[in-house]
Every structure is written in C-alpha cells, then in structure tokens.
C-alpha cells in the first residue's frame, strides 16, 4: 500500500517560501509509471492543481500556467520523496495542500493535506 | 482550463434511498488513445480526497459496490444506491483528458 506522508511548516509571511515534503513508502519516485503531483484546495478556488515530478528516462516537470513562474517541485531519490517551493506568497495562497501520486490518467493515494497559511 | 460543472451542489438524502451526481465537461473527454479520464473523489469531513471510480465507471479496491460511474463524452453521473451514514461528505469529479487536469467544484451529500 502507497503512503504518502507530508511534513512542512504550517504558517508562511508574505512574499517568503512555502516549503513543502512529502515521503514516498510503498513505491518509488523514480518509478516510470507514476508521477509525483501537489494540489491545494481552499474555500475560494476549489481543488487545484498545481504542477507534478516524474521520471521517464530523465526527470520532468509540468505546472500550472497559473503558478508557473513562483513554483518548484522536486524528486529526491536518495530519501525517496519529492517536494514542493512556492515563492513569494501572498493570503491568496492560503490552502490545505496536498501531495498525491498520479497513475494512468488519475490521481490515486493522497497524502495528509498540511494547511498553510500566509499571514505577517 | 476546462471547467468541470457540478449539479446538484447541495444534495440531501433519506438513508436508503439512493443519490445522482451529476458531471458535465464542455468538450468531449474522450482522449487520443480511446480512454476516457474522468475520476470521482469522496471527501469525507476532515479527510483527505479518496479516490472512488477511475475511467468513468472503474470502482477503486475497497469502495462499497453501492457506488457506480456512468457516462461518456461530456456528460458523466455518480450515483450511490442506497445512502449509507458514512457516505456523508463533498464528492467531487475530475478530468484529465485535458492539460490542465481540473476537477469539478463539489456536490455536498447529507443526511435528511
């Protein structure tokens, strides 16, 4: 069974770094037939994805265009766990997130959510 | 982005009886290679999503044979025949036949 468990701090100031981790157990973030995705929800925009990690003979990443320029996900395959970094936040960014493993055109184990909230 | 449109958004049931959600993409979900994306989550309160239906009408190991996925192209249903207490919770679908994968905003189910 895939277990998903995230760590990471639950309050960010504005404009710094949200940080996120998530630790794989039960498979591998370099396996070719998965790939590695954050999603947030909040009351205001719902379930949203933001972006995702996967091995297929080299790394990749694909990310939301709406986030694309602030966000950063990767593997690291010596703790066998992927992360995120969101930069320069603001109160919009509030939400629970979500690490969740995706397989053959959906999203399968999700990890504990980690509420982040930006305030000063 | 692909807006998933959800109906009813509040949907409250006797036990027993059984419950229809409704999915509605405005382009066809049908992918190149034939399949069709389209997934239902549950959330119960304070959960996380867990994945119910895969592929339209695929139930994942472990959900209750109650529960069933229907449709193709743009229209898809959930329905749970005959509500049970612990089906209480926000079920959402999501495609991903389209870049980027989006989900619907929630159908939220109660008890009477």
């Known amino acids: 069974q895939v277990q998903l468990q995230q760590s990471g701090p639950g309050l960010v100031k504005p404009s710094q770094t949200l940080s996120l981790t998530c630790a794989i157990s039960?498979?591998?973030?370099?396996?070719?037939?998965?790939?590695w995705n954050w999603i947030r929800q909040s009351p205001s925009r719902g379930l949203e994805w933001l972006g995702r990690?996967?091995?297929?003979?080299?790394?990749?990443?694909d990310y939301a265009l709406s986030v694309q320029s602030r966000i950063t996900i990767n593997p690291d395959t010596s703790k066998n766990q992927f992360s995120l970094q969101f930069n320069s936040v603001t109160p919009e960014d509030t939400a629970v997130y979500y690490c969740?493993?995706?397989?053959?055109?959906?999203?399968?184990?999700w990890g504990q959510g980690t509420l982040v909230s930006v305030s000063s | 982005d692909l807006v998933m449109t959800q109906s009813p958004l509040s949907l409250p049931v006797t036990l027993g009886q059984s419950a229809s959600v409704s999915c509605r993409s405005p382009?066809?979900?049908?992918?190149?290679?034939?399949?069709?994306?389209l997934s239902w989550f549950q959330q119960r309160p304070g959960q996380s999503p867990r994945r119910l239906i895969y592929?339209?009408?695929n139930r994942d190991s472990g959900v209750p044979d109650r529960f069933s996925g229907s449709g193709s192209g743009t229209d898809f249903t959930l329905k749970i025949s005959g509500v049970e207490a612990e089906d209480v919770g926000v079920y959402y679908c999501?495609?991903?036949?389209?870049?980027?994968?989006?989900f619907g905003q929630g159908t939220k189910v109660e008890i009477k």
């Open positions: 999501m495609q991903a036949s389209h870049w980027p994968w989006t």
């Open positions: 969740v493993r995706g397989v053959s055109g959906s999203l399968d184990f």
């Open positions: 990690t996967y091995y297929r003979s080299k790394w990749k990443n």
């Open positions: 592929q339209v009408s």
């Open positions: 382009r066809s979900l049908v992918f190149s290679d034939g399949n069709t994306y």
């Open positions: 039960g498979d591998s973030v370099s396996s070719n037939r998965v790939t």
